[in-house]
């Protein structure tokens, strides 16, 4: 590697650390795509072996409306992921409701009247969330903000106000005659 | 000047709190939206007899406390002392709600540790369960004479639970005539 192939940010690397950390920038990227290839692989799987295929279509919308609610029990997962014993029974709920004709609509409705607003897994727009759904907006503007300000700051300031670039200084050092003059 | 350097602070401090009162909070503990509801209908067996149904109407008039459980409930049998002390009280009807268990099972636990309860409602599949938005057994309910929830407990019940939370709330709603 070069010397003066430096780029701002990344750091300068001899060539076998070089060598090193890029290799594990491409293990990284290979469990990356093994990982996602695994989970659509899981999925594919869990989907072929969802109970009660007969009706195809109607199971489609028992997976699509499980995914929108959340099992309390592992309050990470959906009932359509969950293996625990109350996912099974409101899969199992929410497969009878929507076979009786009840709309997708509905049936989140009954369970949001259980269990709360907790049990969507996408909350709800409301007074009580609205910092939730916002929230994350309204960070990243701020912070845009300050960071349009800061440099606009910066770029009216004179070169005075900087400590000068080491390569100018080394430069200067080394070329003496032609700087101070 | 000094603004710029205590602001960092000052936003720290900030993030700090935020993460102090995350921490104190349990995710488990869902906020219920029964409460100050009615408490939904339910037509169940008896535990000790298949025979027999009762129904919420059966319970109306009267304040009643809700415990549900099951057999194979570990959590459960902590708090069946204090459930067993507190049925010795006499204040209210205790009535358990045993959830997806069997009968045999569940018949057998309650003679091995003691029956607290004055029933016990057999819900096999657990419907009634989630109709009560049951999610962690155990869990008690407290409901008042017109048949709406006023209180909801999820898992064990602690002596402090009982003296400081339940008993009170029972009495007051006892003695409304409301």
Known sequence: ?181 | MKLRYLLPLALFVVLVGFLAVGLKLDPREVPSPLIGKPAPGFALTRLDDAAKTIRREDLLGQVWVLNVWASWCAACRDEHPHLMAYAKTKQVPLIGLNYKDTRPAGLTWLTRFGNPYDASLFDADGRVGIDFGVYGVPETFVIDKQGVIRFKQIGPVTPEILQSRIVPLVKSLKDSDA
């Open chain 1, 1 to 181: 590697m070069p010397e003066d192939l430096r780029i701002p940010f990344w750091p300068s690397l001899s060539k076998p650390r070089a060598t090193l950390f890029t290799g594990m920038l491409l293990l990284l990227i290979a469990l990356f795509l093994a990982t996602a290839q695994a989970k659509a692989q899981a999925q594919a799987q869990a989907k072929e072996a969802a109970p009660a295929a007969a009706d195809p279509v109607l199971e489609a919308r028992v997976q699509r409306v499980a995914a929108e609610l959340r099992c309390l029990v592992c309050q990470n997962q959906t009932i359509a992921d969950s293996t625990s014993d109350l996912a099974t029974d409101l899969r199992r709920e929410v497969r009878e409701q929507l076979k009786r004709g009840v709309s997708d609509e509905q049936v989140v409705q009954y369970m949001t009247d259980r269990y709360g607003d907790f049990v969507r897994y996408r909350p709800p727009f409301k007074a009580s969330t609205a910092l939730l759904w916002l929230g994350p907006a309204a960070l990243l503007a701020l912070s845009l903000g300050v960071l349009v300000t800061v440099l606009r700051r910066r770029a009216k300031l004179g070169p005075e106000a900087f400590e000068p670039d080491e390569d100018d200084v080394l430069d200067a050092a080394a070329v003496p005659t032609e700087r101070s003059r």
